[in-house]
């Protein structure tokens, strides 16, 4: 099926026999058509790689279909027949090792410099829908009364803009490939119903609400019609028209040949035989078992990190060049909490506020790196902005309130999990997402600090009176500290630390509490037996604070 939308106006592309028929909502392409359609596209592409004698790519093709009828107008879904000699050299520079091979094509920063990433989720129309839609690039802005008036102001009082007014705070599909289609020619946004200065503002009775900001000093216009992309993009075209797609770029000074092009067919070449090899293996393979299941015989890529789309001429190893990578500031990982009263002291009290809990199994899995290496990632980037953001922690399987907040949760023991909760109110908000990657992360966190997701209650029993609870212990670093100091020298070096008025105390610990102390901060492990005394009020151990619910 075929939008009569100028949007995703497809190029006239012969091929051979595949998979697909012309009247099929899968467009299909080659090296040159992707460059076109895709590669230079403001619009998400899921791409198939398949060969027509694949049984996995034949059991595909009914869920592919559909999940095309599905994302019609919001985002492409397209194929690759590779067993076409003239692909070869294409789907042998994009790494394709199997068949079928499903990669998510999402624009880049830069324009023609898409983001490529590999589909490893399961082979279903649903499951496939929901991965793409998540990848469509979010250009609403979500408004509040604070700052609805400042961005009517952006892009002077000439510019079109467009506003939803919804009682959802997640942005939608459907919104997202509006703002797609008009991006640069109308700004859009969204905003929530309980923004009640904005509402009275515009007027607006009834949810959702469409209004169109015609600009020019023109009234704004209230949208009557459905909830439709084709109707709706009608409707903002009477301010502006929406991008063809892919939109035009610059053009540029042909430069002239250089002496490498001979070099780049050559390579190009090596490319395309290789791969024709790699398939003609696999399409033996496929035939020897065409009745296995289709999980046994799917080849998979390895899970590598998204990359920018390839260029098809492969370079081979010998021939790159040392790239100078610029070096950064390592992120540190977020705190760990060793034991159940110092996770009730942080977040799990009546007076808590958010916490972020990363809940570790017992050993190793593929999700426990990108995780913790996520949050900390995200952590560090607030902390150096010096942005509020409320704490991340990691609990591992030993701690035992961690344990108790996995079974009240119904949540698995051998499972990376993350959960949102606050003490205080008395909330919690699970991350379901099956990847762990930084920015899916980020874009959870931020629906929290948005109050975007619905909140489930805690369960009771969790949370303990943060009046009953002892004192945490304040780990000091004190200029000059050596072991030789007595008490008198090292109040006086404090002194100019403390704030005024306040009185503390010194106690010297013993060895054997000096480990207990260690155990349960790993700040202090690796410090040698030099020990900084522990200032403040009682010190908590484990099964001093409440063993309530602990398991």
């Known amino acids: 099926m075929i939008s009569l939308l ?21 467009l299909q392409v080659d090296g040159r058509s992707y460059r076109e359609l895709i590669e230079k596209s403001n619009h998400t592409t899921i791409l198939e790689f398949y060969a027509p004698w694949c049984g ?16 019609s107008g919001l985002a492409k879904v397209a194929a690759v027949n590779c067993d076409e000699e003239s692909n070869k050299q294409f789907c042998g520079s994009m790494g394709v090792q199997g068949f079928p091979t499903l990669k998510i094509v999402k624009p880049g920063k830069k ?43 952006e892009g002077g009082s000439e510019r079109p803009k467009a506003i939803l007014f919804s009682v959802k705070g997640m942005v939608s599909a459907l919104l997202k490939a509006i703002a797609v289609d008009f991006l640069g020619v109308i700004d859009v946004a969204q905003i929530r119903d309980k923004e009640k200065e904005a509402i009275e503002v515009f007027n607006i009775e009834k ?17 009557n019609g459905g909830m439709k992309k084709e109707e709706i993009v009608k409707f903002l075209s009477q301010a502006a028209s929406p991008n063809p797609d892919p939109a035009p770029s610059a053009k540029k000074e042909k430069k002239p040949k250089s002496s490498s092009s001979s070099t780049n067919k050559s390579r190009a070449s090596k490319s395309s035989s290789a791969f024709s090899k790699a398939s003609a293996s696999h399409e033996s393979a496929d035939s020897a078992s065409a009745k296995a ?11 590598t990190p998204p990359t920018s789309s390839p260029d098809p001429a492969v370079v081979t190893e010998a021939a790159q060049k040392p790239v100078k990578v610029p070096t950064a500031e390592l992120a540190p990982p977020i705190q760990s909490l060793q034991d159940g009263l110092s996770l009730q002291q942080k977040c799990l009290n009546t007076k ?33 902005a010096k942005r509020n953001l409320f704490p991340f922690y990691q609990l591992p399987a030993s701690n035992s309130q961690g344990l108790a907040l996995r079974t009240k949760l119904g949540l698995k023991p051998d499972t990376v999990e993350v959960v949102a909760v606050n003490g205080k109110r ?30 489930s209650s805690l369960p009771e029993g969790l949370l303990v009176p943060a009046e009953g609870l002892p004192m945490e212990p304040v780990r000091m670093e004190i200029p000059g500290f050596h072991e030789g100091m007595n008490k008198e020298e090292i109040r006086e070096a404090m002194r100019g630390q403390m704030p005024e008025g306040v009185e503390f105390e010194i106690e010297e610990i013993d060895d054997d509490e000096y480990e207990r102390l260690k155990v349960r901060d790993p700040e202090i492990k690796g410090q040698g037996t030099q020990k900084n005394p522990v200032i403040g009020g009682e010190e908590g151990g484990e099964g001093k604070g409440y063993s309530h619910e602990e398991l």
């Open 111 to 153: 324009a023609g410099k898409p983001v490529v990433e590999d589909y490893q989720g399961a082979r279903t129309a649903k499951a496939i829908v929901d991965a793409v839609v998540e990848k469509i690039p979010n250009h609403v802005r979500r408004l509040k009364d604070a700052d609805y008036e400042k961005w009517l102001d």
């Open 293 to 303: 299941t289709q999980t046994s015989e799917t080849a998979t890529e390895p899970d």
């Open 56 to 71: 996995h790519c034949k059991n595909l093709a009914p869920a592919f279909e559909k999940a095309a009828k599905s994302l």
């Open 426 to 455: 008395g909330w919690y908000r699970h991350y379901s997402a099956q990847s762990f990657k930084q920015a899916e992360i980020e874009d959870w966190i931020d629906a929290i600090r948005m109050g975007d997701l619905p909140k």
């Open 352 to 384: 808590g506020g958010t916490c972020v809990l990363l809940l570790l199994p017992e050993g190793m899995t593929a999700e426990t790196v990108p995780a913790i290496s996520g949050l900390s990632e995200i952590a560090f980037k607030h902390s150096q």
């Open 207 to 223: 949810f959702p609400t469409l209004v169109l900001l015609p600009g020019d000093g023109k009234d704004p216009v209230h949208y």
């Open 6 to 26: 100028p949007l995703l106006t497809l190029l006239p592309v012969v091929l051979g026999e595949g998979l697909y028929t012309r009247s099929s909502p899968v």
